[in-house]
């Protein structure tokens, strides 16, 4: 599978009587039902509910069925006191309404969310607080090298999919790496999850499997992962 650009660019603009390649425009930014813009802080409650959607079934595993809610709660606090990383965001806009998001980091970005242990407590318990810690440690991705770009999550809205905006939101990371030199993009998943499939139909591989791995089945409730990658 080519592993450059999934498909033609959709836009391409040349600057007259300047030499040089064409410059490509950032896909979701050109015309199109699909729009993709940088996190803003309207987006805040809609990110919170959609990655419970997403990821139900790790966070039910780590917190518990009860306090899914008042995670979401709690999510969202966090994420408003943490506009360090909002920068890594990246939110679909479908026909005006958010519909999707991805989350890229690079090489050396190193900034921490506002994570509270005292607010969590009080929302979440002691012992949801421990799962979501746990949680949150076996998800930590820290060792991205020079040159490489992590996609920490991707998620769409069930009321948008089957529209292509996953799509969408994968060649706008490319297009967020190759921006900052990068070569190689990477992202773990479930070895059972069907996204599996769109992430090789978008040029990934896998390179590297974890199986039977006791820390991810007792922190994330499944033992056996993937590493992805793809050259850029």
Same mark, same amino acid.
């Given at each position: +599978?080519?592993?450059?650009?999934? %498909? ?29 813009? $940088?996190?803003e802080a309207q987006d805040v409650d809609f990110l919170s509910r959609m990655l419970v959607?997403?990821?139900?079934? $790790? ?95 991707? %998620? ?6 089957? $529209?292509?905006?996953?799509?969408? =939101? +994968?060649?706008?990371?490319d297009f967020e790496a190759r921006q900052r030199g990068c070569t190689t993009m990477f =992202? ?9 499939? =769109? ?28 590493? +992805?990658?793809?050259? =850029?």
């Amino acid at each position: +599978m080519d592993s450059g650009y999934p %498909g033609p660019p959709s836009a391409v603009t040349f600057q007259p009587g300047i030499p040089g390649p064409p410059v490509y425009a950032a896909p979701g930014s050109e015309g199109g039902p699909v729009q993709i813009r $940088k996190m803003e802080a309207q987006d805040v409650d809609f990110l919170s509910r959609m990655l419970v959607e997403a990821f139900r079934g $790790k966070l039910v595993h780590a917190v518990g069925e009860s306090r899914i809610e008042a995670f979401t709660q709690q999510n969202s606090a966090t994420l408003s006191r943490s506009q360090r990383i909002w920068h890594r965001y990246y939110i679909a806009m479908y026909e005006g309404r958010p519909a999707g998001a991805v989350v890229i980091k690079f090489h050396g970005d190193t900034v921490e969310e506002d994570f509270q242990y005292g607010d969590s407590c009080s929302r979440l318990g002691c012992r949801g607080t421990c799962g979501l810690v746990c949680l949150g440690c076996a998800l930590h991705e820290d060792s991205i090298r020079s040159k490489e770009c992590y996609i920490d999550h991707i %998620g769409v809205d069930a009321h948008y999919r089957g $529209k292509g905006i996953g799509k969408v =939101l +994968m060649e706008r990371a490319d297009f967020e790496a190759r921006q900052r030199g990068c070569t190689t993009m990477f =992202l773990w998943v479930k070895q059972s999850n069907r996204a599996v499939h =769109l992430y090789e139909r978008q040029g990934y591989a896998i390179v590297e499997r974890v199986n039977d791995s006791w820390f991810m089945q007792c922190a994330v409730g499944n033992a056996d992962w993937y590493k +992805m990658q793809k050259t =850029l």
